[in-house]
């Protein structure tokens, strides 16, 4: 196979599936690792990957590639859908106690299922910072809401900052379910903003029970800041069983997949 035929494979590859790895490459194309990174190089000059550690990822999943709120709505929803219904399942038919509902599109997916009605009984008492989530639960009968303040980040409609944190501290919410951008072996979560990422902090920190929702395009993807291990983790809901070093990782971690 000649340099410019693999380089398109690996470059359909990186399309697809966000991520390639040098070794594996190398074991499917029957060549050495050293050709391997030559045709990386070479299309990481033509801005159609990045190399990171053991392989390159797509541009598109730089450290601190943020797409904006409208854009992660539109991406996915019959996914984040599933993920939603299974979160809510994990929790039994009726809801109570404390929960909180991080910022995000699937936590945003979960709040929609709990405002339709059906799930909550009272005595349910939700918490975010996210304002999009907060102006879904607003005034919803038999649900309490405590919205946490702060500075808002336009880009995805969250409150952060030092107050926003101080005020999670103070918390210990029963469950919590948590998005995250990135979920990766060695990296934990990860998200681009190091705000964002001392707020989701506070949030593993205080909860009773962690619970990821994150569909599986965030899987082995390290972003600009980690804010947990995946040991402190106790669930993660998604879309598609992770495979490979996050698989095995997770395992490891003692973390519970549960496939929406």
Known sequence: MYATERQQLIAQ??????????VELAERFGVTTETVRRDLAALERDGILRRVHGGAVSRSRASTAEPSLAERSARRGIVKQKIADA???LLGDQLDGA???????TTAAIAQLVAAGGHARPGLEVVTHSMTVAQTLAGVPEVGLTAIGGRVRGLTAAAVGAQT???IGRLRPDIAFIGTNGVAAGFGLSTPDPDEAAVKRAVVASARRVVVVADSEKFDAELLVSFAPLSDVDVL???AEPAG???DALDDAGVEVLVA
Do not use: F, K, M
């Not at 929960?99 to 599109?105: E, F, I, K």
């Open 13 to 22: 590859l990186i399309a697809s599936d966000g991520r390639v790895g040098v």
């Open 87 to 89: 979160a809510l399942a």
């Open 99 to 105: 929960l909180y509902l991080d910022a995000g599109t």
């Open 165 to 167: 944190v101080e005020a």
């Open 237 to 239: 809901i998604s879309d």
């Open 245 to 247: 070093e996050l698989a």
